[in-house]
């Protein structure tokens, strides 16, 4: 795109706007990003909104284009009294320090309005302001379909890899913009429950603020049930399995969570509803070597014999990645989680009855998982062959060694299909008291397999509910 001089440059002795529009847009001159750095250095306002969103379709994949945009984020508790460089070189991961050293020193870091230096001291209160040229993650084109609509609520059925909310590199790709772009700039969804970018299935979106706080009121005091269907490695056990372990954060910045005797206590209900056991391999003298196998291919291409299970899943308590940590922990991870079924991780355990990181020191997991992306693939290995792994080595997201025209950042490659889409979907949403329930359909990777018979509907969720009453007493 061809940059315009459109932003304003605001130097220190002036007064700018403590808190620029969040969802200000503009294109900025090369001038800007690339300028040495000034006495005193200048700030970078962009207050611009552009309608309609930037978006456009290619390839099955809704894009948005390049566009600049100024982040602005409250001092959190945990960097009181840390200095402005050490914040980012820490805890942000989408651009290499050096960027952010220039960028205070140009201006297109601001804490309060105001230019400062790296070592600048982070308190309480204080509001840092990020200008940047920004390249948004393509994501599915899927539309997002509506289970239920009224006057106060809508009920979606959200499609994997698109996150709920702006945030990280994503913004006017997440539910909230897509839905706004679709009904008017006047239309403000607000989300009543969290689902991770990955997750599919139902959401809840409110129209009013008071419809919102009634619903959220409600889900916190968890009179409210929810179940999940995911599907996994192997063959999971019979009958209701409780996982209450503990889980522990162990990276704000990875948002990397695993089972630790020290974490937060979690509980989740499972149960296997279907076990498709592996595809017979090509007898010899047969080949079978698609040219561009999806994911499916790619599951009955396993070579390690073990099949896969679809398990529902009860949530007891709401711990983040809580049903990807405890099928993890129990041997059977989702079977394309890029993360925790990621043997280069995570070693050949894959964390299982590893409480105690007596396996793999938490040292160890997030070195290996920061390079996910940069020099190495963010894929299941466990659960591909060495041709699959191969093919999507070359189709996954990563720096692609190519340079943006504007702003000099380094550039990714689209996103392979195993980082689109996590077979981990939230299926039903109910009262307690059996006011009102909503249930979406399975999702096509949890039907039988072609030549297989099995369910293609879940039933009630008294089993789950009795096994969490059974496991409370």
């Known amino acids: 795109m061809a940059a315009t001089v459109a932003t304003r440059l605001v130097n220190d002795n002036e007064t700018p706007p403590l808190t620029p529009n969040p969802t200000s847009v503009v294109e900025v001159s090369d001038a800007v990003t ?30 948005v284009v390049p566009y600049h945009y100024t982040y602005n984020t409250w001092c959190k508790e945990r960097w009181r009294g840390r200095k402005l460089m050490e914040i980012f070189e820490v805890e942000f991961r989408d651009r290499p320090a050096e960027y952010y050293r220039n960028a205070v020193e140009t201006g297109l870091v601001v804490v309060n309005g105001k230019a400062v230096g790296p070592e600048h001291v982070l308190k309480n209160g204080d509001l840092i302001s990020h200008t940047t040229h920004r390249h948004e993650p393509p994501v599915t ?35 909230v913009e897509i839905i706004k772009s679709e009904r008017g700039p006047g239309f403000l969804p607000r989300p009543c429950n969290r689902l991770d970018r990955l997750t599919s299935g139902i959401m809840f979106l409110a129209k009013s603020q008071h419809a919102a706080e009634r619903l959220v009121a409600q889900i916190s005091q968890r009179s409210v049930r929810k179940e999940y269907i995911a599907r996994v490695v192997g063959r999971f ?23 630790r005797a020290n974490g937060k206590a979690a509980r989740t209900v499972f149960k296997r509803l279907a076990y498709y056991p592996p595809v017979d391999p090509p007898t010899k003298g047969q080949t079978e070597q698609p040219a561009m196998p999806d994911a499916e291919q790619a599951a009955q291409r396993r070579g390690e014999g073990e099949g896969y299970s679809i398990v529902r899943c009860l949530p007891v308590t709401g711990r983040t990645h809580q049903i990807r940590v405890h099928l993890q922990f129990l041997g059977h991870p989702i079977q394309n989680d890029p993360i925790y079924a990621n043997q280069k991780v995570w070693g050949f355990d894959l964390g299982r009855n590893d409480a105690d990181a007596a396996r793999n020191s938490d040292e160890d997991i997030i070195s290996r998982l920061s390079r996910m992306g940069k020099e190495d693939i963010a894929d299941a290995v466990a659960y591909y062959d ?42 039903r949403y109910e009262d307690a008291d059996g006011a009102w329930s909503y249930v979406s359909p399975l999702p096509a990777w949890a039907l039988p397999p072609s030549g297989m018979t099995g369910p293609t509907e879940v039933g009630g969720m008294d089993d789950l509910v009795s096994a969490v009453d059974a496991s409370s007493t």
């Open 141 to 175: 084109a899927e539309p997002i379909r509506v289970i239920h609509e009224d006057n106060d609520l809508i009920v979606i059925n959200k499609p994997s890899g698109v996150p709920v909310h702006p945030a990280g590199r994503y913004n006017y790709n997440s539910v």
């Open 34 to 63: 690339m300028s040495p750095a000034a006495e005193p250095p200048a700030v970078a306002i962009t207050p611009s909104d552009p309608w309609p969103r930037p978006y456009f379709v290619e390839d099955g994949l809704r894009r």
């Open 386 to 427: 060495e041709m699959v792994d191969n093919y999507h080595r070359k189709k996954a997201e990563k720096m692609s060694g190519q340079l943006c025209d504007v702003c000099r950042t380094p550039l990714y490659t689209d996103p392979g299909e195993q980082e689109l889409s996590l077979w981990l979907h939230s299926l």
């Open 237 to 259: 056990p019979d009958g209701e399995v409780v996982c209450d372990q503990p889980i522990l954060q162990i990276s704000p910045k990875l948002t990397l969570n695993r089972v």
